[in-house]
């Protein structure tokens, strides 16, 4: 089982070491090249902006895009969730837009915005939060499965193929998220 982790920018590093602890093959992508082979893909916490960008640059966005259409497993955190976002609601530009649901970026303020609670993720259970500058999902379409609320606002969905949470389940030592992500992946193969 090899898994792609997103490796332009942001926490990426974190996110291999939880994979690593779970026994999985782990390749950073930096080129569209090191695309081909992966069996999941992690977009890691950053800056969305950054990142799309970059994306873009490295004619990386369309072969995603076609990739999680397709069915490649994804797990996506924070600025990964944005990147998957249909609709970024304080943003003109989307992403790779695989995800049918409108985010809201920074949507707990850029300064105080980062604080840690828990709460009950479905088919996890209660689960360690922490949340730096995170997007909340205002509105999801129908066939998405709210995962997770904190305060009345969806921090964790999953449609099909493709999980977005608003946290950043790396900075924890929880490895319940991961080993539900690589489930999917297994089960695909
Ligand atoms: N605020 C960042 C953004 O809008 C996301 C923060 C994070 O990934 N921790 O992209």
Known sequence: MKIG???VQGAFI????????LGADCVEIRQKEQLAGIDGIVLPGGESTVQGQLLRKLDMLNPLKDMIKNGLPVLATCAGLILLSETIENDSLSHIGTLPVVVKRNAYGRQLGS??????????????MVFIRAPYIDSVAEGVKVLATVDDHIVAVQYHNQIGLSFHP?????TRIHEYFLQIVKERN
């Open 115 to 128: 604080f840690t609670t828990t709460a009950a993720v479905e088919g996890v259970g209660e689960y360690p």
């Open 170 to 174: 790396e900075l924890t030592e929880d």
């Open 5 to 7: 982790v997103l490796a």
């Open 14 to 21: 974190e996110q291999e070491m939880m994979l690593k602890k």
